[in-house]
């Protein structure tokens, strides 16, 4: 029989912030599939690591490619869906891990997918999204009464129309754009709104009030607040 | 010495989808303060109690306001804090049950400002969205590459602007409001790429694709998609 394909989300850093189910997910499956990337060094592992044993388990890294050149993307994925395949008709329960929750920007999702395109049973499991860790840190909420959340990643083309939604803007993922939405975020006024929080819940975590000229690092995640309403209520 | 104060998030329903964290945080403190809203049945306790054993520790239900009209939601919450201040004077360790995550339109949040400008420490504790939930559960992405998510309360005033925003949106909290929701996702086409949770991870839990007349309780959201271009890559 088959195995069955789990994507489980990690959440953003903190080994706490892990769900019991994606531990008892990991638990039941004997070959892990960990996403690898340049700069990432197994992140996802070392999260999920200090919270389930996994001295039993086969880990399987597999090399992501972050590429704008779409087909090359669907090759590396349709690439890393057939390793993982392999797993499954040898019977294995297979667990993909993914940092933060899959829903929300993942290589994850593409993978799974198209595994279950092919007919492979999948389940998925949420996670703690890294905007929501990096409120929490702030103890402050994105969003309250009527006010509108906005996600978007830095790389979009649309961030310059976005910046004038009235409401919470979370822009993740800036990378090597970051310079330029630190200049949109200027130019719209919005400097003193805006906190970033880098790493949250790891041990390089910083944080910093307002728009400077500070390097920022990979994971690294902006908070725009138009509002303080919820200050006063 | 005075206790602390944590505002825990307990996740959407499905009880497995409490943070290791949240686990932890409960088990250490004597009292578990319980949002109560005429519709609710605590059902934040109901969830967490699948986790945690409670038996030693005291359930304190506070009863929140739905109301919008400012000031007397803000008597209200300044009066649950107070309950809770008289708890942390005593020395005792307070956790706040919180359903979903607590930096998304919560009541918590504002009881947890009150609490910390009073001067008492405090932590907050991330958790799994509802929206993340659901699209687990649909084993679809919210968003993927340079996609926007736009999360919004049914009951916003800029819920028509927003219609227009190029990405996802996920309309929360829509209560009695779904109707003109829903007349707002017919008016601009979108009805065929809405989908409706309801009571995600709960017993009740139905899935809806598409507008139809359906009655759809308090915990139900809408997501509606602009695009699949996550299903071809």
Redesign the interface.
């Known amino acids: 029989m088959n195995g069955k394909f789990y994507?489980v989300?990690v959440?953003?850093g903190?080994?706490?912030?892990?769900?019991?189910?994606a531990?008892?997910t990991i638990k039941k499956c004997s070959i892990i599939i960990v996403p690898q990337t340049k700069n990432e060094n197994m992140l996802a592992l070392s999260i999920a690591q200090k919270?389930v044993d996994m001295t039993d388990k086969l880990i399987v890294p597999v090399r992501f490619l972050m590429s704008h050149d779409?087909e090359k993307?669907?090759e590396n994925?349709k690439r890393s869906a057939e390793t993982i395949m392999e797993y499954l008709r040898q019977g294995h329960d297979v667990a993909m891990l993914n940092i933060g929750?899959?829903?929300?920007?993942?290589t994850c999702?593409?993978i799974?997918?198209i595994i279950?395109k092919n007919g492979f049973e999948?389940?998925?499991?949420?996670?703690?999204?890294s905007?929501?860790?990096a409120?929490?840190?702030l103890?402050?909420?994105?969003?309250?009464?009527?006010?509108?959340?906005?996600?978007?990643?830095g790389?979009?083309?649309?961030l310059e129309s976005?910046m004038s939604?009235?409401?919470t803007k979370v822009i993740m993922k800036s990378g090597k754009h970051m310079n330029r939405v630190k200049k949109l975020v200027e130019k719209y006024g919005m400097s003193d709104n805006t906190i970033i929080v880098e790493s949250c819940g790891l041990e390089n975590e910083r944080i910093h009030y307002g728009i400077d000229e500070t390097e920022n690092g990979y994971f690294s995640l902006m908070i725009i607040k138009t509002s303080e309403e919820?200050?006063?209520?």
């Open positions: 994507g989300s959440g953003p903190d080994p706490e912030l892990i769900t019991v189910k531990v008892n919270s779409i993307t669907q994925h929750d899959i829903s929300i920007y993942s999702s593409y799974l997918n279950e999948t389940e998925v499991c949420a996670g703690v999204p905007f929501c860790a409120a929490a840190r103890k402050k909420p994105l969003v309250s009464r009527k006010e509108v959340l906005v996600v978007a990643p790389y979009t083309d649309e976005l939604v009235n409401g919820n200050d006063n209520a």
